[in-house]
């Protein structure tokens, strides 16, 4: 590694026009980046890290914000060193793009759905390297191998609507790294991916930045990524740096109270080893009450056998079907009262599928499920309105299933006034204690929901899932959009109400971590089956089958000394859901390889 600052960041400030004066974004901040060095910087929403990253673009100035003080020496290949915070933005963009590459944390955004892949990756070559046309195209090609996307020729063609999430991540980073650039910038470019897939992508940008000598700054709020990635750390809260050190030093030795809590809220893969029950995480500050695990009961609340959900694919001048998607395949699990199974598993292997169809939001094409001995598939319309009593749901986005036009209290009110199960003073007093329950303040009653942050939306989410006293909850990614120390306190929340009341959660996640930290029992999914289930100390630190292995493998571990190479890493590309009209799989036949631990076997019908 070479001890030449490619960049220089000195007492940067960065500030926003609004109607009530300038914003401070970024205040006060200053640090270094080497070559061949990758610097993570770390904060939750709102930290200033982003705002960091565009202002070295120079790119926060079309954000509405504006540099207000400090230096941004940038030492370029030829000409010298720059001060990027006083360029002329005709400069800037030959620097964009050329010298300094982005990867942008949401890939469909970042790229242009009405071009094809081959013109947006060769149109940074022409315009920066005047390539021809038939050069910046074949550059193209080898760019796309270089980020191991399969059959590259195809994709030079293809729209990026046609490509999956992570593979659109690899175009941007193809796209980034065209023009070989000293600097790369890395916004969150892997938050929205699954996690075999996030791990191929840091192997990837860690392999790139080895041969090529780039020096990297990758922003993350994701605390075993930092491990996996970093060589220097740079911790910031509110707008300011408050630490910076090796990424040994900070994991190791954390000397800011903000440091500690965010390490200390970062639920760690393998944790709970030895622990037979899913314990709340100790979270600095909050240990005032006694950390208990979470028994549970014996009696089954939940009993799902058989369950399968097709979607037709339909085309031609009739719309016949002419195929259909086997989202999910023969599913079959119970529930116990007061205890957590959780389904894990990549986009697309079925999970959120099977939690609709549990509950009939997506109508199953067959199978028998029961709760509380009552057959929830043979219930009319009104019947099923009734039952809903008893089965709620928490999803993903709290934004997206809260009314914006609505007052909080009156969204958590109307479940109990839609089931007429309180009136008046009444409704009151519950949705007062329900926000007490999920530690909301009481003056958040009269809010509407674009006041509150994400973690506290999806408190009144959570407080509008209880308002009906259910015996079920089902959880679909709900905290994989929060930030961690939200994360954990939500999670927290959710285990202290499950002790509290007897809830049972069906919690869909693919963060292995997490699942780990909230599971009685865990059911692998893959193509639509589940390929492995039991108890949740059994599947982690047992697991035994191929794809439940691989999973764990992929999973970065928040320790620097403990980090995956890429060797560690064979993932095969995950066959297609789709099928032709009359296809009919076999049923799923699991082995038991231990009390309650069973395994999909290899004469199951995929």
Sequence with gaps: ??????????????????????????????????????????????????????????????????????????????GGAVDLAQTDQSLMRTIRGNEIGMIFQEPMTALNPVFTVGRQLSEGLRVHRGLSKAEARARALDLLREVRIPEPERRLDQYPHELSGGMRQRVVIAMALACAPRLLIADEPTTALDVTIQAEILALIDRLKRETGTAVVFITHDMAVVAQMADRVVVMFRGNKVEEGTVEQIFEAPAHEYTRALLAAVPKLGEMRGKAYPEPMRLLGSDAHEIKPIRGYDDELLHVSGLTTRFPVKGGFFRRTLANVHAVEDV?????????????????????????????????????????????????????RRAR???????????????????LAAQVAEPM??????????????????????ELPRSFLRRFPHELSGGQRQRVAIARALALNPKLIVADEAVSALDVSVQAQVLNLMMELQADLGLSYLFISHDMAVVERVSHDVGVMYLGRI???????????NPQHPYTQALMKAVPIADPRR???????????????IHRVGYEPGPSVYKEVDPGHFVLTSESGY
Excluded: H
């Design 417 to 438: 006034r839609n089931y007429g199960l309180a009136t008046g003073s009444e409704i009151e007093d519950r949705v007062a204690m329900l926000f007490d329950r999920v």
């Design 563 to 577: 980090r995956k190479s890429e060797k560690d890493l064979n993932f095969k590309p995950i066959p297609s859901p």
């Design 531 to 541: 390929v492995e289930r039991g108890p949740r100390a059994a599947v982690f630190e």
């Design 1 to 78: 590694m070479l001890d030449t600052p490619i960049v220089r960041i000195e007492n940067l400030r960065v500030e926003f026009e609004t109607r009530d004066g300038p914003v401070v974004g970024v205040e006060d901040v200053s640090f270094t980046v080497n070559a061949g060095e990758t610097v993570c910087i770390v904060g939750e929403s709102g930290s200033g890290k982003s705002v960091s990253s565009l202002s070295l673009m120079r790119l926060v100035e079309y954000g509405g914000g504006t540099i207000a003080g400090g230096q941004m020496i940038f030492d370029r290949k030829e």
């Design 332 to 384: 079959s699990f119970t529930l116990s009262r007061g205890r957590t199974l959780s389904l894990v598993g990549e986009s697309g292997c079925g999970k959120s599928t099977a939690g609709r169809s549990i509950l009939r939001l997506i109508e199953p094409t067959s199978g028998e499920v029961r709760l509380g001995g009552v057959d929830i598939m043979a219930l009319t319309p009104p019947e099923l």
């Design 389 to 407: 009593v008893d089965m709620q749901m928490v999803f993903q986005d709290p934004f997206a299933s809260l009314n914006p036009q609505m007052k």
